[in-house]
C-alpha cells in the first residue's frame, strides 16, 4: 500500500485538503517597538497598508502603525490561530477582546458573520520582537454556516503535550484525540467539536537522530504533514527537505525519522465535508447566491459593526494574556 500520496514546495501560504481552506505561516522577527507598541524603524520602501514583503525579516501586513490585520469580516467558516511565539491582541465586533501568544491558541466559529482584528503588539522596547503565528482555516458545513459567531481560548499551559521515546518527541494535542490523550475541545458548532468528524491538529517536535512512528487513523480522512522547521527528515523512503508538504496514507503507520537536526511537524487532518465551495475574501459558502447574500449582509449590518474607536485595534501594553468573551467574562493568565 504506497504510505505518500504527494509531496509538494510551501510557501508561507500552504496548500491544504477538505476540510481545511487554507493554512498561513508567519515567522517575522520584528524591530523594537515604541511605547505605544508601533513599529521602530522607518517604513519607507514598503506598500503600507498591503505589505507582504518579508523585507529586513518581517512585513507588515494590512498594519499601518502595528503590524497585523486590522478588523475585516468573515463568515461561514472557522479560523484556529497558533501564536507560538510572540503575541496578537484580538477585538471583535461582539465586543470580545484580549491579547494571546507564546504557545496560546484562538479557535474561532465565524458562523453567520463577525469582524474581528488580529494585531501584532510590539511589546518590547529593548529588543527586537519575534513572532510565529499559524493560522488555519476549517472550513463548515452548510448546516453550520449561519451559527452564532463563538470563539475559545486554548492556553498554553492547559493544551495537552504528550511526550514520547524518552523526551524526544513532543506531541501538541491542538485539536483530535492523540492515542490515549484528549484535547482541551474546541467552540459547540466547529466540524472539529463531531468526534466522528476525526478532525486534528498536532504540532510535532523531533530532536536529532530520532524515529517516529505516527499511527494510522480512520479511512476517508484527509491527512497531511507540514515539515516547516528543520534541514531535512525522512518519512518512510522519502528523504524530504523543510517546507514541504506531504499528503499521506491515513491507513498507514508513517515513520518519521531525523538525522543531525530537529525537524518540526504540523499535521492536519479530517473527514471531508465533500460540499461545494464558494470563497471570495473572508466568505466562505457553498454557491455564489449565498456569497452574494454574504456580501449584501455585511454591506447592510456589518455583523454588528465596530465597536471600538480604532482600526488597529491593541490593549493596554502592561497587559499581560487574556480574554474577554462577549458575555463579559473575563479569563487572565500569567505573562
Known amino acids: 500500500m504506497k504510505k505518500i500520496h504527494q509531496i509538494v514546495s510551501i510557501g508561507a501560504q500552504w496548500p491544504t485538503l477538505d476540510p481545511f481552506l487554507f493554512t498561513a505561516h508567519h515567522k517575522e522577527v520584528y524591530p523594537k517597538g515604541n511605547e505605544d507598541m508601533s513599529i521602530s524603524v522607518s517604513l519607507e520602501g514598503r506598500n503600507v497598508g498591503s505589505d507582504f514583503s518579508s523585507k529586513d525579516g518581517w512585513s507588515m501586513y494590512h498594519g499601518r502603525k502595528i503590524p497585523g490585520f486590522p478588523y475585516h469580516p468573515h463568515r461561514g467558516f472557522e479560523t484556529i490561530t497558533v501564536v507560538e511565539e510572540g503575541f496578537a491582541d484580538h477585538s471583535d465586533s461582539l465586543g470580545a477582546y484580549g491579547r494571546f501568544g507564546n504557545g496560546d491558541v484562538q479557535w474561532m466559529t465565524a458562523g453567520k458573520g463577525v469582524q474581528h482584528s ?71 458548532d466547529s466540524w472539529a467539536s463531531v468526534k466522528e468528524n476525526n478532525v486534528a491538529v ?23 504533514l507540514y515539515f516547516y522547521r528543520g534541514e531535512e527528515v525522512q518519512i518512510e523512503d522519502q528523504l524530504i527537505t523543510k517546507n514541504s508538504c506531504i499528503h499521506v496514507n491515513e491507513n498507514e503507520v508513517i515513520t518519521i525519522s531525523t538525522n543531525q537536526s530537529e525537524a518540526y511537524i504540523l499535521v492536519l487532518q479530517g473527514k471531508p465535508i465533500n460540499e461545494p465551495v464558494a470563497q471570495h475574501g473572508p466568505f466562505v459558502m457553498n454557491t455564489k447566491e449565498e456569497l452574494q447574500d454574504a456580501f449584501n449582509d455585511y454591506q447592510r449590518t456589518e455583523f454588528g459593526g465596530w465597536p471600538w474607536e480604532e482600526k488597529e485595534k491593541v490593549h493596554d501594553k502592561s497587559k499581560g494574556r487574556f480574554a474577554v468573551y462577549p458575555d463579559g467574562k473575563l479569563e487572565e493568565k500569567s505573562k
Do not use: C
Request: charged share 25%; net charge negative; aromatic share 8%.
Open 118 to 188: 488580529e494585531m501584532f503588539p510590539l511589546l518590547a522596547t529593548d529588543k527586537e520582537n519575534p513572532l510565529e503565528l499559524f493560522q488555519i482555516w476549517l472550513n463548515l458545513p452548510a448546516k453550520s454556516k449561519m451559527v452564532a459567531p463563538d470563539y475559545k481560548m486554548l492556553w498554553s499551559e492547559d493544551i495537552p503535550i504528550v511526550k514520547e521515546n524518552d523526551d524526544k518527541v513532543s506531541v501538541k494535542v491542538i485539536a483530535g484525540k492523540y492515542k490515549e490523550t484528549n484535547p482541551l475541545g474546541t467552540t459547540n
Open 202 to 224: 498536532w504540532k510535532i517536535h523531533l530532536a536529532p537522530h530520532t524515529t517516529y512512528q505516527l499511527p494510522s487513523t480512520v479511512e476517508g480522512t484527509n491527512r497531511t
